[in-house]
């Protein structure tokens, strides 16, 4: 029996799918990368402030310096935007420096691209809060990417160690599944499969039959 319960965040820079999806109730965080960004064309610390007002969880946004010392520089700048921003620090040697600098200084991270339970183990050892296993990525390349969460997990819990894992590069409502039963702390969703995982032809063909056969039910 777990001791947690899996939580969905949206993974996506786009307010609009932010602002519907948390009005379902079913959110409690953001990620976002470099590449969901640029789609949005628009001032990142903007976005990143106002992704902080619409959900009332921890909002990834990610530094783009391969330094420590200028992941660090960006952090404490995106960490000024609001409390609940969590810096996304790429999974390279200068990233586990930083991760251990700035959770020091209470500033959150999650380590991305993260391909092995390596990666992910060393990350906790810096003292990761989340780490992000991209699972379609690996199963893109071959490999079984739900196997490394649930490695990962294994390791984590086995250990006790408090470093959430996520699991991300989700694409489709399988995975999320999948995610569950590995006992991942957290999916990250594009909005798309958070449509895909409402959505059941049985409920809609239900649901018609059940507005039909009401017509036929006398109303007074
Ligand atoms: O935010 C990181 C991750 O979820 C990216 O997913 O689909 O670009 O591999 P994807």
Redesign the pocket.
């Given at each position: 029996m777990g001791v947690f319960k899996i939580k969905l965040f949206l993974?996506t820079a786009n307010v609009d799918e932010i602002r519907e999806a948390a009005s379902l109730g079913v959110i409690s965080g953001v990620?976002?990368?470099p590449?969901?960004i640029a789609k949005e064309g628009r001032n990142f610390t903007d976005v990143v402030k106002e992704i902080t007002s619409i959900v009332d969880g921890p909002v990834?946004a990610e530094v783009i310096s391969t330094d420590a010392e200028g992941m660090i520089k960006e952090a404490e700048e995106l960490a000024q935007i609001h409390p609940n921003v969590v810096i996304?620090i790429p999974m390279i040697g200068e990233g586990l420096k930083a991760v251990k600098v700035l959770e020091e200084k209470g500033v959150r991270t999650n380590v991305?691209l993260v391909f092995s339970a390596n990666q992910a183990l060393l990350a906790a050892l810096a003292g990761a809060s989340f780490v992000?296993p991209?699972v379609?990525?690996l199963d893109?390349a071959g490999h079984d990417g739900m196997q490394v969460v649930a490695d990962i997990v294994d390791i984590f819990d086995f250990y006790g160690y408090e470093t959430e894992v996520i699991a991300?590069?989700?694409?489709h409502p399988l995975h999320c599944i999948q995610a569950a039963q590995a006992g991942a702390h957290i999916a990250?969703v594009?909005y798309k499969v958070l449509q895909k995982m409402i959505k059941h032809p049985f409920t809609d063909v239900g649901l018609q039959r059940f507005l039909d056969d009401w017509k036929k039910v006398k109303q007074s």
């Open positions: 993974d990620t976002t990368n590449s969901l990834s996304k991305t992000s991209f379609g990525r893109d991300a590069s989700i694409r990250t594009p």
